[in-house]
């Protein structure tokens, strides 16, 4: 049943020639048929053009003017034919057996809006480090996750634009991508949490791409150190895609909506912000006191933890409140990167429940 669906493995590029012919081989190269591959040039300004035009007809190009990923994703999917996409970003590559993974799944569980899967990471020069993304003792969630995306959409554990494969049906419920909101590099976001509401996710625990971390990511830290310019993004798009999934929420009267959606993670990059840098904060009308209290109510919807993984997410934000800058600091850095907390991670993997859901 498999070999009946169409893939179309869409590549958005801008500027990485030095990468991008790894990244259509590896579209070319699937165990997998039929697929189609589009690369969308996002007005480079390198050799990524004459790149493209020397794979002739095995690629359809999309040349267009600079106008960052998310209208590189638009200008993808509106010229795809495929039942299922998988946006592949430039710098990335995927392995040979990702299309087929995928494809069995669709063909199987027709209900299915997105497939994610596993990333092993890899240097700028390709070459694997070892690094699984997300970690092995993370457990994917999978299933019905409208009440997760809900109640903490950015805490529940989820891949960027090349760990996914989405049903076409669910992307043209959503698309296209509100390119004024989500811009240079947040289309990921958007795509990723929205579709989640129209369908079942299915997490596949095998790797079926590389993620490659270089000097020149346009989102990922290149190191594991705390970037307040980053923050701000982050919470940024956090704050644009709550309010999409409460409008379509709305619109396909979910059950139990929220009266806000909150995340964990999302009230911590905001106590983060205020408190190292006040002055440049995004969010007005921010106090230390108003913090706390969302980071207890999105403490008490994580379902996914149990009650000694919440009780230390409490005690975080409590040292929050009262630590100085300097010490604030360094919590932060233990909070949002994993790497600062090697000992503990195994453990703080058992607190959470499996990622199956009903």
Same mark, same amino acid.
């Given at each position: 049943?498999?070999?009946?669906?169409?893939?179309?493995?869409?590549?958005?590029?801008?500027?990485?020639?030095?990468?991008?012919?790894?990244?259509?081989?590896?579209?070319?190269?699937?165990?997998?048929?039929?697929?189609?591959?589009?690369?969308?040039?996002?007005?480079?300004?390198?050799?990524?053009?004459?790149?493209?035009?020397?794979?002739?007809?095995?690629?359809?190009?999309?040349?267009?003017?600079?106008?960052?990923?998310?209208?590189?994703?638009?200008?993808?999917?509106?010229?795809?034919?495929?039942?299922?996409?998988?946006?592949?970003?430039?710098?990335?590559?995927?392995?040979?057996?990702?299309? &087929?993974?995928?494809?069995?799944?669709?063909?199987?569980?027709?209900?299915?809006?997105?497939?994610?899967?596993?990333?092993?990471?890899?240097?700028?020069?390709?070459? &694997?480090?070892?690094?699984?993304?997300?970690?092995?003792?993370?457990?994917?969630?999978?299933?019905?996750?409208?009440?997760?995306?809900?109640?903490?959409?950015?805490?529940?554990?989820?891949?960027?634009?090349?760990?996914?494969?989405?049903?076409? &049906?669910?992307?043209?419920?959503?698309?296209?991508?509100?390119?004024?909101?989500?811009?240079?590099?947040?289309?990921?976001?958007?795509?990723?949490?929205?579709?989640?509401?129209?369908?079942?996710?299915?997490?596949?625990?095998?790797?079926?791409?590389?993620?490659?971390?270089?000097?020149?990511?346009?989102?990922?830290?290149?190191?594991?150190?705390?970037?307040?310019?980053?923050?701000?993004?982050?919470?940024?798009?956090?704050?644009?895609?709550?309010?999409?999934?409460?409008?379509?929420?709305?619109?396909?009267?979910?059950?139990?909506?929220?009266?806000?959606?909150?995340?964990?993670?999302?009230?911590?990059?905001?106590?983060?912000?205020?408190?190292?840098?006040?002055?440049?904060?995004?969010?007005?009308?921010?106090?230390?006191?108003?913090?706390?209290?969302?980071?207890?109510?999105?403490?008490?919807?994580?379902?996914?933890?149990?009650?000694?993984?919440?009780?230390?997410?409490?005690?975080?934000?409590?040292?929050?409140?009262?630590?100085?800058?300097?010490?604030?600091?360094?919590?932060?850095?233990?909070?949002?990167?994993?790497?600062?907390?090697?000992?503990?991670?195994?453990?703080?993997?058992?607190?959470?429940?499996?990622?199956?859901?009903?």
């Amino acid at each position: 049943m498999s070999q009946e669906l169409l893939v179309s493995i869409i590549i958005n590029n801008y500027n990485y020639a030095r990468f991008l012919r790894a990244a259509i081989d590896s579209a070319l190269g699937q165990s997998y048929q039929p697929i189609e591959v589009l690369v969308v040039d996002d007005g480079s300004t390198d050799q990524s053009r004459a790149i493209i035009d020397s794979y002739g007809d095995r690629v359809k190009p999309i040349l267009k003017k600079n106008g960052g990923q998310s209208s590189a994703l638009n200008a993808g999917f509106a010229q795809c034919q495929g039942d299922f996409v998988i946006f592949l970003d430039a710098d990335d590559v995927l392995l040979p057996h990702a299309a &087929q993974s995928v494809a069995d799944v669709f063909a199987t569980q027709p209900q299915t809006a997105k497939v994610q899967y596993r990333m092993e990471v890899i240097d700028q020069g390709g070459q &694997q480090t070892g690094v699984i993304k997300p970690p092995a003792h993370i457990p994917l969630p999978a299933g019905d996750l409208t009440k997760q995306e809900m109640l903490f959409p950015f805490d529940s554990t989820w891949l960027p634009t090349s760990g996914n494969a989405f049903a076409a &049906q669910a992307l043209r419920s959503i698309f296209p991508i509100p390119e004024e909101v989500y811009g240079k590099v947040g289309a990921d976001w958007y795509v990723a949490h929205l579709t989640s509401l129209f369908g079942l996710v299915v997490s596949l625990d095998e790797v079926c791409a590389y993620y490659r971390v270089h000097a020149s990511n346009n989102y990922e830290l290149a190191e594991p150190r705390l970037d307040l310019a980053h923050i701000r993004q982050t919470i940024v798009y956090c704050d644009y895609t709550r309010g999409y999934l409460l409008k379509y929420a709305q619109q396909l009267d979910l059950p139990d909506r929220p009266a806000e959606v909150l995340s964990v993670s999302y009230v911590a990059n905001r106590i983060t912000s205020f408190k190292l840098e006040p002055d440049q904060h995004p969010i007005v009308g921010d106090t230390i006191g108003k913090l706390f209290r969302l980071a207890l109510i999105a403490i008490s919807r994580r379902s996914d933890v149990v009650w000694p993984m919440k009780t230390m997410f409490g005690l975080w934000f409590a040292l929050m409140v009262m630590a100085p800058k300097s010490l604030a600091h360094w919590l932060a850095e233990v909070f949002f990167f994993p790497e600062k907390r090697l000992r503990l991670n195994h453990w703080l993997g058992t607190l959470h429940r499996s990622g199956q859901v009903a």
